[in-house]
């Protein structure tokens, strides 16, 4: 049977490489077919900051502090997205026959995750583009083109205990509970990590929670790669600590559940 | 003829339920192979296990000669989602085109649905499908590919007898070019008009495997049904294969002679009355079948053994 283990396995019309674009690609096609489905995730972070930075003066033109609001801004940008679109997705298609389907193609898992991976990922980088041109347009913050770029890379490496939050919230419960738990938990990280308020604003007590939180981790990783400084140890223990535990929270739920799902 | 997949003596248990209960069953190339059995009865499970969905409790499957977990291994496989899972927003042709690309030489989108009787729908969102449509749709998916081996599993349960017929028709056809198709169904006559061979699953055991006109024969039982205080002397009688006992204390008796089974009766002189004969459901003689091999005894069920929604309780935990 060697004619069939042969071939390329990265590259090729049906390698490795070339599934995860399929994968990413009809992820993209479907998403956008409800279009409706887009502007929570697209619209919804610029929108806040329009609402509530921009009419702001005494933040909108202070250099610094509106720098971070961008930043805060594009970190829940990158949550919500990541949130919404695993938690919901793997939700709902654990409801539909269609994904234990596909995993009897001649797929490997890697190329339907990392598909997953892409295309979310490139809906969380749209998500981003208005944040930034807001930002750029109507406020004070700036930024160098190295920090905008080293901004993105630490908005991605923060952005993985969300995802792992999402994938957790996907394999756990139906998605008319998944859509609850998600909004809960996206607008309690927002607030408590300082997304929508910033931290100084908060009481002592809140402060000491949120740096908790990896929402307050991500913003503040986030500001250091893009503003420089000092990064507190809390923040990238923090971020290792629960991209670990969240990490292993997931890979247990996928696990368990993989036996009851697939007929 | 060589063999495609293969179990080897193979178990597979859902917490408490034994789906599966040791079966050896070798798929070789170039038949029509028809799994046949009630509900439950374990067909669907030895499906996705030779697919690579579910792993055997205990014994091995082997799909190319390597394990159905290896996607590699499924390159030359070919099956059906049910027609409830395909993602409604995508089109038609688009659904076609993406199962396609994981193939090294699939068919074009066109020749697929030509084949499949889909080349006005493939502009069409697959949620606005009819019911027939959809089931058409799955069933083509399992031969874009070009697979060598193909699992259709209820291929055309829902379908009225046109599109039975249609459908059908295409399967033999992709079968003619090539194509080794295993084919699960409760309806005797699907069988009939696609498979060779025919293993027939009950309880989640072989109970049967043969060439269809043997299986027929074996499973095309008459019941008689009357009263008589001595149901253990009827059952005594030649050719008895089983029994039911009824709550309005009429006793059922399986037999595949129903005429000489009436003539042993009277020629017996056992006490009987209000008898009624008449042919039993593929169902009913699955089940007389299955109970008979030892699973349970056929004097301790009472007609109908069991309730649908018990058996529909059955497949749930299944899935």
């Not at chain 1, 009481?203 to 740096?211: E, F, H, Y």
């Not at chain 2, 095309?220 to 008589?228: A, F, G, K, P």
């Amino acid at each position: 049977m060697s004619t069939l283990t042969r071939g390329p396995v990265i590259g090729g019309r049906t390698g490795i490489l070339a599934l995860t674009l399929l994968h990413a690609r009809i992820i993209l096609i479907e998403t956008f077919r409800i279009p409706a489905a887009l502007i929570g995730s697209l619209v919804f972070p610029g929108l806040s900051l329009l609402f509530f930075v921009v009419p702001q003066r005494a933040i909108a033109d202070n250099p610094e502090f509106a720098t971070q609001a961008v930043v805060a801004l594009s970190v829940f940008a990158l949550m919500s997205n990541s949130l919404f679109s695993f938690g919901l997705n793997i939700a709902s298609n654990r409801e539909q026959p269609w994904d234990p389907y596909l995993r009897t193609l001649p797929v490997p898992g890697v190329a339907r995750v990392l598909g997953q991976v892409c295309s979310t990922g490139l809906m969380g980088l749209a998500s981003i583009l208005p944040v930034i041109a807001i930002g750029a347009l109507f406020t004070a913050a700036e930024a160098s083109v190295l920090g905008v770029l080293a901004g993105l890379v630490a908005l991605g490496i923060s952005a993985l205990p969300f995802m792992f939050i999402g994938i957790s919230i996907g394999y756990s419960m139906s998605s008319k509970a998944a859509i609850a738990v998600v909004q809960i938990v996206m607008f309690g990280l927002a607030f408590a990590g300082g997304l929508f308020l910033p931290p100084y604003l908060f009481a002592d007590w809140l402060d000491t929670l949120s740096m908790f939180l990896p929402s307050r981790q991500a913003r503040e990783f986030v500001i250091w790669a893009v503003q420089g400084g000092e990064l507190e140890p809390w923040v990238w223990i923090g971020i290792l600590l629960w991209t670990a535990a969240t990490f292993a929270l997931a890979l247990l739920l996928f696990r368990r559940d993989e036996g009851r799902r697939y007929r | 003829m060589s063999v495609l997949a293969r179990l080897d003596h193979v178990t597979r248990r859902f917490g408490d339920v034994l789906a599966v209960d040791d079966v050896s069953l070798d798929i070789h190339s170039g038949t029509i192979l028809g799994l046949l059995g009630p509900n439950g009865a374990g067909k669907s499970t030895v499906l996705t296990m030779v697919q690579g969905l579910r792993r055997p409790s205990t014994g091995t499957v082997t799909l190319f000669g390597g394990s159905p977990g290896d996607y590699r291994m499924r390159r030359k496989l070919g099956g059906t989602p049910q027609e409830t899972a395909l993602p409604p927003t995508l089109r038609v042709g688009e659904v076609i085109d993406f199962v396609g690309r994981h193939f090294d030489a699939p068919l074009s989108t066109a020749a697929v649905a030509d084949e499949f009787g889909l080349g006005e729908l493939l502009k069409r969102q697959t949620g606005a499908l009819s019911g027939g449509q959809k089931r058409r749709l799955s069933v083509a998916l399992a031969f874009v590919g070009q697979p060598r081996l193909v699992l259709l599993d209820e291929p055309t349960t829902g379908l009225d007898v046109d599109a039975r017929r249609t459908l059908w028709d295409a399967v033999r056809r992709q079968h003619e070019r090539g194509a080794t198709v295993v084919v699960t169904s409760h309806y005797l006559e699907e069988i009939e008009a696609l498979a060779e061979r025919v293993v027939v699953l009950g309880h989640g055991r072989v109970i049967a495997d043969d060439t269809v006109a043997a299986v027929i024969n074996q499973v095309s039982l008459r019941q008689v049904r009357l009263v008589t205080e001595h149901p253990d002397r009827v059952s005594g009688l030649p050719g008895v294969v089983g029994r039911d006992v009824a709550d309005d204390g009429t006793t059922t008796f399986y037999a595949s002679d129903s005429d000489r089974l009436i003539v042993e009766l009277v020629r017996s002189g056992i006490p009987f009355s209000d008898l009624t004969v008449r042919g039993a459901t593929l169902e009913e003689a699955f089940l007389t079948l299955t109970g008979a091999t030892g699973a349970e005894p056929p004097a301790a069920r009472t007609a109908p053994a069991r309730t649908a929604p018990a058996r529909t309780a059955e497949k749930e935990m299944n899935r």
